[in-house]
């Protein structure tokens, strides 16, 4: 049988993806650690998506915001094992969950969606962030991971889109 154009990428570990309106139900963005993970997982809040499932799966491509971010999870002699996608503290705490709330909805909306319908995949949350090798196994899948969804979300800071940045009208087949 031949490949799908997905099934070009490797898939070295289960695509994690969140239901929206869990997503927008907790707040912000989760760090995805060995008891978050292990609780969202029991709870059904942070689910294995199964390819070819009715699920609309929409992948969030995004910098991260809070570079220097550490918090207790962190591995201190590891230099590249900091950041947050979204502002930890201060007056743009939680800014980019917002966004994502925001732009999703408007995306519901606009493509005639249903909430229960739809989940995100989500890094942070999506990839382990604190066993390295299951780590990487995630980085290494993030092509396969955004050819199983429907859409992407590219949040910003903007306020308004200018110059080359547009919203993209046209899905790929």
């Known amino acids: 049988a031949a490949l799908s154009f997905g099934q070009l990428f490797e898939l070295t570990t289960p695509m994690l993806v969140m239901p929206f309106g869990v997503f927008k139900a907790q707040g912000r963005i989760m760090k995805s650690t060995k008891a978050w993970r292990d609780e969202a997982l029991a709870a059904g809040s942070l689910v294995e998506h199964e390819e070819g499932s009715s699920q609309i799966v929409i992948f969030i491509s995004h910098t991260w915001w809070d570079r220097s ?11 590249y094992d900091k950041g947050a996608p979204d502002w930890q503290t201060g007056e743009n705490k939680n800014l980019k969950w917002r966004v994502i709330c925001a732009g999703v909805q408007r995306l519901l909306e606009q493509e005639g969606l249903k909430e229960e319908e739809v989940s995100l995949w989500v890094d942070w949350q999506s990839i382990y962030q604190d066993d390295e090798a299951e780590k990487l196994k995630g980085v290494v899948s993030l092509i396969r991971y955004a050819t199983l969804c429907q859409y992407m979300l590219v ?9 080359v940045a547009t919203r993209c009208p046209d899905r790929i087949p």
């Open 69 to 79: 971010f550490t918090d207790a999870t962190n591995d201190p002699n590891n230099p």
């Open 155 to 163: 949040p910003t800071e903007e306020a308004e889109l200018v110059g």
